[in-house]
């Protein structure tokens, strides 16, 4: 990513958490990556949008990501390649719409951006919802990777990073065995 160093970004930023964490797919996790705190440098999340942007060459209409990680990169991203920035929100029923307002038009071509893919469920579920408007999904970017491999999208899928980190069902969780207090973050 132009010289920067990702892994860098969320270490200096304090976005890299170690402990016992609970993740949105309800597996456990010894470590997060907690985006928010690195996005939060308007110069940094610029720097993250222009590295995404560079990793696809198909023009796009509009970006399109899940809030509420995804809208600061869906903008910073769209600002990087001259398109609309969309989000895709939870509807409360365990999927996601596009955010009242935001029009997409029949064919236009989209990139889905996430920050951290771990099973891929919640970009897939902003990609479904910009597809039930008509949007036509030609990639998908990811700031950090930590599916090991798992996340498919029917579409290429591109990350800066990619990064081992082990997850547990609840049930398998060495950290659940040794007491460790859960943190919902
Ligand atoms: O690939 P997955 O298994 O879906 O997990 C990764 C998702 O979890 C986080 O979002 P979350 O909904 O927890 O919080 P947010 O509202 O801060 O984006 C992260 O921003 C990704 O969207
Ligand atoms: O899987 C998740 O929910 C998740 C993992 C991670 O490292 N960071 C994050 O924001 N969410
Ligand atoms: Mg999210």
């Known amino acids: 990513m132009g010289g920067v160093d990702v892994l860098e970004l969320y270490r200096t930023t304090g976005a890299l958490l170690e402990g016992h964490f609970l993740l949105r797919s309800g597996r456990h996790s010894p470590k997060f990556l907690q985006s928010a705190t690195l996005l939060q440098h308007p110069l940094y999340a610029e ?3 222009q590295a995404l942007a560079e990793l696809f060459e198909e023009p796009v209409d509009f970006v ?3 809030a509420m990680g995804g809208v600061v990169l ?17 509807d409360g029923q365990g999927g ?17 951006v996430e920050d951290v893919v771990t099973t891929g469920g919640s970009v897939q579920q902003a990609i479904w919802a ?27 899928f591109r990350a800066l990073l990619r990064l081992d980190f082990p997850t547990y069902t609840p049930e398998s969780c060495p950290l659940c065995q040794r007491g ?6």
């Open 47 to 49: 720097a993250v949008g």
């Open 64 to 66: 399109v990501g899940p």
């Open 74 to 90: 869906s903008f910073v991203t769209a600002k990087a390649l001259g398109a609309r920035a969309l989000f895709a929100e939870k």
């Open 96 to 112: 996601m719409r596009i955010r009242e307002g935001l029009t997409v038009h029949p064919g236009e071509r989209f990139l889905a």
């Open 130 to 156: 910009a597809e039930r408007k008509g949007g036509r999904c030609v990639g998908v970017g990811a700031i950090v990777d930590r599916s090991a491999g798992r996340a498919e999208f029917g579409a290429p």
């Open 180 to 185: 460790v207090p859960l943190q919902e973050v």
